[in-house]
């Protein structure tokens, strides 16, 4: 198992792992810092008998940051719900790593300090002229922040996962019976009749205002909600720090005039910023404006009414938005919709009149044998007929009769034969590596749920709190 480590230093693996080793974690801090005095308990979730401390998410975080970029790195912390979707992430990818690195100890499973050792000698990152270099090593782990146990560490639970989860990497054999008969059941073709019966085909008469109001009782027109949204740009080059200081210090002005009690267009004029009046749309029919990201979307469906957001920083520049009104969703007014109704109580009457058709031919189908208008195909399951029959063929038994409904019409069904597949090299291939990443994803999940029983999670709800600030 080190001898795989070994052969894939150029691997994905190996390279997270020498990403932990360059990046400095200063800025991140420690558990003392956060916690002052009370830091004694660093543990965020305990995994069986294991922990997952402060300590270890932090080094876990600070790897996925420094594989962003300055300017990822600021939306990002400018955006709560990107953090906390990172954060859910890396706490994910603890638990799963510690609950590996449990069923590899009590299976007794152990990695010696020699071979650690042994392998820490083998990789690239520390060899000068294809020999281990103490100098390299020493300067790597010294500007990380790692001492030579942590690193050891890092490694013996990278083989020790390697041991339990190896064998999922292994690909699982599926027998010919169930291949042939997967092959069968995805490529054999069906021999059909069908006659459609179109909605447009019957004609309707105008409805009378009773009939148009019964009609909208049971299919009411909601409108979303809808809000007032303005906000004040403060622009700045984000990226030339003078810029950045001198627009912050503005939206800083900016935000203590409004608290002040000023409006944001008096506080935007004051400080030479730029209010923009969004005016009033839902989260479907947004204005076109670039600042209206799905993100700023989402912060801005959930404000309250009459609120500023914080100073929220965009590409362009600061921005603080109001939310200033909130228009609940509601059931647009009869009047309002009467003419678009119109269309659509015709549509539901010719929608009515052809079940009605559909059904005497299907009647007569089944007890006279004969359909009306019928169309004789062969098809397969993704071609030869409209989607909602091929779909309802292959779900149907052989010689069973139906009525398909449709977007636009409604289709009556006979299913005559099945037509059975011609041999196919290639395809009987690919289906075999199909099934059998099927197979291997399945034992995976079987394999997961049976750690999360070994090993139940659970969180350490006052240090975890107290870390995330909730």
Excluded: C
Aim: net charge negative; hydrophobic share 40%.
């Amino acid at each position: 198992m080190l001898e795989y480590l070994r052969n894939a230093a150029d691997k994905p693996v190996a390279k997270i792992l020498i990403g932990i080793l360059a990046f400095s974690f200063v800025g991140w801090g420690v558990a003392e810092w956060i916690f002052g005095s009370v830091a004694g308990d660093t543990t965020l979730v305990r995994v069986g008998n294991a922990e997952i401390t402060m300590q270890q998410f932090n080094l876990e975080k600070a790897r996925e940051l420094s594989n962003m970029t300055r300017e990822q790195q600021r939306a990002f912390y400018s955006d709560p719900v990107s953090v906390q979707a990172l954060n859910d992430k890396i706490l994910s990818n603890l638990t799963t790593q510690t609950m590996a690195e449990n069923r590899a100890k009590d299976l007794g499973f152990f990695v010696t300090d020699s071979k650690i050792a042994n392998e820490i000698r083998e990789f690239p990152e520390f060899q000068s002229n294809g020999e281990f270099s103490t100098y390299l090593f020493d300067s790597v782990l010294a500007n990380s922040g790692y001492t030579e146990a942590d690193f050891a560490d890092v490694l013996r639970g990278q083989v020790l996962r390697s041991y339990v989860l190896g064998a999922m990497s292994l690909p699982v054999k599926v027998p010919n019976f169930a291949l042939t008969a997967a092959y069968n059941a995805r490529y054999s073709q069906r021999q059909i009749d069908y006659t459609t019966v179109k909605f447009s085909d019957f004609k309707v008469g105008e409805p009378t205002e009773e009939q148009l109001k019964e009609f909208y009782a049971q299919h009411p027109h909601v409108i979303p909600e809808q809000r007032t949204v303005s906000y004040v740009l403060i622009t700045a080059d984000m990226d030339k720090p003078d810029s950045y200081d001198e627009g912050y210090e503005q939206a800083i002005r900016v935000e203590d005039d409004i608290i002040a009690g000023e409006s944001m267009s008096v506080a935007a004029n004051k400080n030479k910023a730029k209010y923009i009046s969004l005016g009033t749309f839902g989260e479907g029919n947004r204005p076109v404006d670039t600042l209206l990201t799905d993100q700023m979307m989402n912060r801005i469906f959930s404000m309250d009414e009459g609120l500023e957001s914080e100073i929220i920083e965009t590409k362009k520049g600061f921005v603080i938005v109001r939310v200033d009104k909130v228009i609940p969703s509601h059931n647009a007014e009869f009047s309002s919709v009467k003419k678009n109704i119109t269309s659509d109580w015709k549509r539901e009457e010719q929608r009515k009149q052809a079940y009605l058709r559909a059904n005497e031919i299907l009647i007569d189908l089944n007890q006279n044998g004969k359909q009306e208008d019928k169309k004789t195909v062969t098809v397969s399951r993704t071609s030869g007929a409209p989607t909602d029959v091929l779909v309802a063929t292959f779900n149907s038994e052989l010689n069973t009769n139906s009525i398909v409904p449709g977007s636009d019409a409604f289709y009556v069904l006979h299913i005559e034969k099945e037509i059975a597949p011609k041999t196919d090299t290639k395809k009987m291939a690919d289906l075999r590596k199909e099934l059998e990443n099927i197979s291997m994803e399945e034992i995976t999940d079987d394999y997961n749920a049976f750690l999360i029983r070994e090993y139940p999670v659970k969180i350490n709800k006052k240090i975890f709190n107290r870390f995330f600030n909730k």
